[in-house]
């Protein structure tokens, strides 16, 4: 099993920036792919960024060159680096880690990402 721990939501205005965190400790050489969803009151949770195991990337259209999802294998960590915020990507924020062929997927709990206008 995986167990995923985010950090560095917050509060903050928008055009501001914040960058999210998450560690990951466990069976970590089984994940394959790391990603970000986030979830706005009432609705569903929507995929924001993934960070496969072979270096690709990929982002929702709504945060493209906004967002940046990094990986760091050695630290066992991926962050989340989110500019230019606008009040419609307040969300709480979940990390996600998958394994091959979706054999396993783990959540962390979440950290609220709060954007005023």
């Known amino acids: 099993q995986v167990q995923l721990v985010e950090s560095g939501g917050g509060l903050v205005q928008a055009g501001g920036s914040l960058r999210l965190s998450c560690a990951a400790s466990?069976?970590?050489?089984s994940i394959w792919i790391m990603r970000w969803y986030r979830q706005a009151p009432g609705k569903q949770r929507d995929?924001?960024?993934?960070?496969?195991?072979?270096?690709?990337?990929i982002y929702a259209d709504s945060v493209k060159g906004r967002f940046t999802i990094s990986r760091d294998n050695a630290k066992n960590t991926v962050s989340l680096q989110m500019n230019s915020l606008k009040p419609e990507d307040t969300a709480v924020y979940y990390c996600n880690a998958v394994g091959p062929s979706g054999t396993f997927t783990s959540w962390g709990q979440g950290t609220q990402v709060t954007v005023s206008s």
């Open positions: 466990g069976k970590i050489f």
């Open positions: 995929l924001v960024a993934s960070a496969f195991n072979s270096g690709s990337i």
